[in-house]
């Protein structure tokens, strides 16, 4: 059985993509049924439209018309019978109340290893710091920004004169692997939360540490 999927997107739509690629794929566990967004200039709109996907732009003019954005996106996404939301560069903080009644069905992906660097700007965050290895993490969506039990996480290495927009390339195209991998092991149940944590069911074939500097 195929998982329905919705896709929340914002803006471009690259992670969509990614989603939207893999999902062609026969033995991949789901389909896209729906991409919705809060901007109605947002680029994935008309890349999911090419790729045949039904995409919508759901009003929300403001922080005051949050109860009415989310009462209709819950009627869209009940009317489609999905079964997971993929946030892909949603930039609005969901309800509370939203999270609780889709618990578990929500998951979002950030670019940087969580829990360092929350909130935006996450490449010139992992700069600042000068961590040696930053990335992406695909997690349970949970009331707080950012937060929720990790799925899974992609490392790449910050190199010597990385600038910002060069280290968010390496992030974003780990990023568009990570998540269809993370997606899978979620419809296919494989990833259950146990006391705020998801227990990753999988065999891993080699676990290789990522040095930096190469060791
Ligand atoms: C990605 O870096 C994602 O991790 C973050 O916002 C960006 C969205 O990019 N949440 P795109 O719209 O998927 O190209």
Known sequence: MSARLAILISGRGSNMEAILNACRAADYPA???LVLSDRADAAGLDTARAGGVAAEHIVHTGPKD???FEAALTARLKAAQIDLICLAGFMRMLSAAFVEEWRDLIVNIHPSLLPSFKGLDTHRQALEAGVKLHGC???YVRAGMDDGPIIGQAAVPVLPDDTEDALAMRVLSAEHRLYPA???LVVEGRAPVRSNVAALEMA???AVPIFMPPA
Do not use: G, K, L, S
């Open 31 to 33: 389909e896209p049924v």
């Open 66 to 68: 949050r109860a009415a």
């Open 182 to 184: 993370c997606i899978r």
């Open 204 to 206: 891993v074939p080699a």
């Open 137 to 139: 993490t695909v997690h």
